[in-house]
Every structure is written in C-alpha cells, then in structure tokens.
C-alpha cells in the first residue's frame, strides 16, 4: 500500500474535514461513485462500509477539507478509483514549463504591483 501525504489528516485542513465528514454522513444516502445507496450501519472492513471521498484527489489538487469537494462513498468504489487514478498517473511524465515559455502578453518593465 502507499503511503500517501494525507493532507486531510494533519493540519489545519483537519478540522474543517471531520466537520464536513460528519456532515456528510448525515446529509448523504448514495455513493457519489456508483450511485446506489451506502448502508451507513455496515463498519470497515467490510467493502460496503460508508467512507468520504474526494471528488478530485488532493494529489490531483482537488481540496482537503472544503465540503463541495467531498462525497459519501462505498470503501470499495473509493479504492477502485483512486487504483484507476494511479494507473494513469504512472506512465506520463511531468511536463515542465520553462520561464522562457511564458506569453510576451504584457510589457512588464511597466508592471507594477497592486500590493
Ligand atoms: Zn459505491
């Protein structure tokens, strides 16, 4: 298994995301991956267990804690998504963009700061 950087975990993203969590479980019925309903009374391990998800992952810069970014799930829908989300990240490089690549849209001898 990963070890992933959760940011949600640690930090000041932590309380917002047990709030809105909480919220979640209350406020939601379906999983957001598949669509049919969470049984909130199952408890992990089992794969049928409620758990949140992010709708776009943090390591694709999604956010950690903010709620339009969380969604009730199902363990397993979650682990089979973010699988997905490794598989695809895996063989395509990161592409960097140099400073000399940036658009001569603005003369910045003249740019001044607002701060
Ligand atoms: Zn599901």
């Known amino acids: 298994m990963r070890n992933n950087e959760r940011a949600d975990h640690k930090g000041a993203h932590r309380a917002a ?3 809105n969590r ?22 992990s391990p089992n794969p ?8 776009i992952p ?20 979650n682990r089979q998504k973010s699988d997905k989300l490794f598989k695809n990240n895996e063989p395509k490089e990161k592409v960097i963009l140099g400073n000399r690549n940036l658009p001569l849209s603005r ?8 701060l």
């Not at 390591?59 to 829908?77: M, V």
């Not at 003369?107 to 607002?114: A, F, I, P």
């Open 58 to 77: 943090i390591s694709k810069g999604g956010h950690p804690s903010d709620i339009e970014n969380l969604q009730l799930a199902h363990w397993t829908c």
């Open 48 to 55: 049928l267990a409620p758990c949140i998800d992010h709708i």
């Open 107 to 114: 003369d910045w001898t003249k740019y001044r700061s607002k």
């Open 17 to 19: 995301y047990e709030r």
């Open 22 to 43: 909480k919220r979640i479980l209350i406020t939601q019925r379906v999983c957001g991956i598949c669509g049919k309903p969470v049984d909130r009374s199952i408890k």
